[in-house]
């Protein structure tokens, strides 16, 4: 079912011929993932004391309203594609409920007399994982759609704290956070790899890059996917901030934007990586923090950032299509038009959670494309099945397939000869999907796009 939006019905596409992939993968083994030796019974502990410390005020007002109206299943794009009860969001926080009800709720101790919800086992912990990892992506499509409010997205972010407590997360999400606390990033772009790379590109693309200035207005961050993956996504960074004779430098104290301690409910990882970003803005006085084209990064800075830091932030915090658009919005930004016709994949952590729905339409209204919106679009826009983790965990595979399908037929739908969104990690899962469906439909980076069509001075 489509959410509700206020346009009219839109007859539903029929099914495309990608719809069977041509590319025969392996099934990834079913399997359950633990870290560490412990016993059984310390898990569980483990599980339950983190969860009973994330149970606030507002944690315990949501467990306490849900009507059980089944709306967020309907949002959920797990559940519209399998009709599987097992994925409607709400029951993913079952254990967490669970928890709730028998240690803190203020009927805790019937529900533990008469035994109505019943204890949490180490069991239903690992049947668990797959359902707060593997089957969510922290979209926030399920809050969005709740008529009593519960922020459904966030209760899952708080349970994934009991699970890496009780060390039971997918072996994927606990490598690379460990990869990141010990070495700066999750997929290898070291502060040597990093500086390498800059230098490289600064010769190959003759760009210049300010590395480590020691006083800036500006601070750049990039994700470890634009780094190894997206190169180009640095040199374009670079195009822009230069072009606008921006004060600026990227930091090998502080550049790394992605946040696997986020993901995967490693807090003391999300602290860790969230500091090295406002320690290394703090010290080059910077009063401006680009983060790049990377949702999760975005949420664990502009919304997280002050929690972490403690107080508020001496400097704001920009998501790049946020930058490019105020810059746009004061002149200082002009374009070529791109005569082509584009629709806008709006990424969940940016647009729906983040807030920033009209900047990146913005930026393509300033590129002169004949914009096709999705439907639905905005802030109901249907996630790419990437997020949260998941891309990450190739246990999760075949069921990231079945709903990037939506994805697809979004976009076909339109009719726009470009794909275009603003997040690397959804950039990452289309591009992924392309290749096992045999997709004939690239993702192009909003930033790149803006990088390709700068207007130089005549001056």
């Known amino acids: 079912m489509t959410a509700s939006t ?14 069977k992939p041509r590319v025969s ?59 599987d009860p097992k994925y409607t969001p709400i029951w993913k926080l079952e254990p967490f409920k669970q928890a709730y009800k028998r240690e803190y709720g203020p009927f805790a101790v019937i529900y533990r007399a008469l035994n109505l919800k019943q204890k949490v086992t180490v069991e239903r912990l690992q049947e668990w994982q797959q359902l707060v990892y593997d089957s969510c992506t922290v979209c926030g499509r399920c809050s969005l759609m709740c008529p009593m409010g519960i922020d459904i997205a966030a209760l899952v972010s708080q349970a994934r704290h009991g699970m890496y407590a009780a060390g039971l997360i997918p072996h994927e999400l606990w490598a690379v956070t460990e990869r990141a606390r010990l070495e700066g990033s999750p997929l290898g772009a070291t502060p040597k790899v990093f500086k390498d790379r800059l230098e490289w590109l600064s010769d190959d693309h003759e760009v210049e890059i300010p590395l480590d200035e020691p006083n800036a207005d500006v601070l750049c961050a990039m994700s470890s996917i634009e780094i190894m993956k997206y190169p180009d996504s640095v040199v374009a960074t670079a195009r822009i901030m230069n072009h606008l004779g921006v004060s600026w430098t990227f930091r090998l104290d502080g550049y790394e934007a992605t946040n696997f301690g986020l993901l995967s409910g490693n807090s003391a990882a999300q602290k860790l990586l969230t500091m090295k970003i406002i320690d290394a803005a703090v010290a080059c006085g910077a009063t401006t923090v680009i983060l790049p084209e990377c949702g999760h990064a975005y949420t664990a800075l502009r919304w997280m950032g002050a929690n972490m830091y403690g107080q508020p932030l001496p400097f704001r915090v920009m998501h790049i299509a946020e930058f490019l658009a105020e810059q746009v919005r004061e002149g200082k930004l002009r374009l070529k038009k791109v005569a082509k016709s584009a629709t806008f994949h709006d990424p969940c952590q940016v647009v729906r959670r983040g807030g920033a729905i009209e900047a990146p339409r913005e930026v393509l209204k300033a590129l002169g494309v004949e914009l096709h919106e999705m439907y639905p679009t905005k802030g109901t826009n249907w996630c790419c099945g990437g997020g949260g983790g998941v891309v990450a965990n190739h ?20 009719g726009a000869e470009l794909p275009v969104t603003t997040c690397a990690n959804c950039r990452q899962t289309f591009d992924d999907g392309q290749a096992h469906f045999k997709w004939d439909r690239k993702m192009h980076s909003l930033l790149e796009l803006v990088a390709d069509n700068l207007i130089e001075d005549e001056s």
């Open 6 to 19: 206020g346009q009219p019905h839109v007859r539903k596409p029929e099914p495309l011929e990608f719809d």
């Open 25 to 83: 993968i392996a099934k990834p083994e079913y399997r359950f993932d633990m870290q560490g030796e412990m016993p059984e019974a310390e898990r569980v502990e483990r599980a339950m004391k983190s969860f009973v410390k994330d149970f606030g005020r507002t944690a315990a007002i949501y467990m306490e309203s849900c009507i059980h109206c089944g709306m967020c299943a309907e949002a959920c794009h797990f559940y519209e594609v399998t009709k």
């Open 395 to 414: 246990r999760a595979d075949e069921l990231r397939y079945k709903t990037f399908k939506l994805k697809m037929e979004q976009i076909e739908e339109t």
